[in-house]
């Protein structure tokens, strides 16, 4: 299964993806919003939201323009009436300003808080954002973060393929989610140039990525990547010869979540360099690495599903 066309998801997409400039539309703005003292945050399908995530009434608002990510939709704005119209393929949303009914492929639907203008933008209650786009909503409320997480069907149905390969690649693509109690973890930029990947042998269901000196353990969990553990390597003190850790026996600065107990488990590594194009590839577990390769990318060829290559060996590794 061809995922060409997607993103992959990694911890610097999330982080440093810049999305488009919003609608410059007529500011009407809403005299009686409140701006959380802890500033909230979003991500849509695993990318920040760059505009502002606001709570009025109890109730969370973002901006129209940071729900892109959520697919193949057009935008078209109506300064006379205050309405944008939201298209996709088989889906039409008509959202008012001021008003709490929105249309939805014509049926009307009533939402608790209506829709506003901020600072030149439209901000929708995420009710609307699960009416309009059939997206899923999860809050984190220590944190004050929301996931909208919306999977593209293409990458759900290479999550379960019966193709070892496609099946992780689309893991890869699955959005991201966090309901850990605690805000995520920075990452160091260390000029890794790529990012590391382990999965359990045969399986598609977790992994861990390193990227730089950050370790995320994710579980894949109602077509979403849900956030288990997270810890920042301690690059400068070096391993620790105590860890049972043997993946990244590494001392660690700080860690969220719960760390997974990983000794009895053996692992398929997955190494991409994009200097090189590559993906480098092995076999380990607390006894140590084998079964060593490496394959050269080509993007831009019909076949190409992502940066997991198949590694012969693991099939006959029994």
């Not at 060409?4 to 982080?15: C, N, P, V, Y």
């Not at 309009?132 to 909503?137: P, Q």
Request: net charge neutral; glycine share 4%; proline share 6%.
């Amino acid at each position: 299964m061809n995922f060409r066309g997607l993103k992959r998801l990694t911890a610097t997409a999330i982080f440093a993806t810049l999305l488009t400039p919003s609608f410059l539309i007529p500011q009407a703005e809403a005299a009686s919003t409140v701006v959380s003292p802890v500033a909230p945050k979003a991500f849509i399908n695993s990318d920040l939201a760059y505009g502002e995530v606001l709570i009025r009434e109890g109730t969370t608002f973002i901006t129209l323009t940071d729900l892109k990510p959520l697919g193949d939709y057009t935008y078209k704005y109506d300064s006379a009436k205050k309405q944008i119209t939201i298209s996709s393929k088989d889906t039409k949303v008509v959202v008012t300003a001021g008003s709490k009914l929105m249309q939805v492929n014509g049926a009307n639907k009533t939402l608790t808080n209506a829709p506003f203008l901020h600072k030149g933008k439209t901000m929708v209650p995420l009710r609307a954002v699960s009416m309009a786009f059939h997206a899923k909503i999860y809050w984190n409320a220590p944190t004050k973060t929301v996931f909208i997480a919306k999977p593209d069907p293409n990458v759900v149905a290479g999550l379960h393929s019966e193709s070892l390969t496609t099946a992780r690649n689309a893991a890869l693509y699955m959005p991201r989610v966090s309901l850990i109690p605690q805000d995520l973890i920075e990452r160091t930029y260390l000029e890794m140039q790529g990012q590391d990947y382990y999965f359990p042998k045969n399986r598609a269901d977790m992994y861990f990525e390193l990227d730089n000196d950050l370790v995320s353990y994710y579980k894949i969990r109602n077509n979403t990547a849900e956030l288990k553990w997270q810890a920042k390597l301690h690059i400068e003190k070096g391993k620790d010869p105590k860890s049972n850790f043997f993946i990244l026996p590494y001392h660690f600065t700080k860690e969220i979540g719960q760390q997974p107990d990983i000794k009895d488990l053996t692992f398929a590594r997955f190494r991409f360099r994009y200097p090189v194009g590559s993906t480098f590839y092995s076999m380990v577990n607390s006894k140590g690495e084998y079964a060593f390769g490496d394959v050269e990318l080509d993007n831009h060829s019909p076949n190409y599903e992502g940066v997991i290559v198949e590694i012969p060996e693991e099939a006959d590794d029994n």
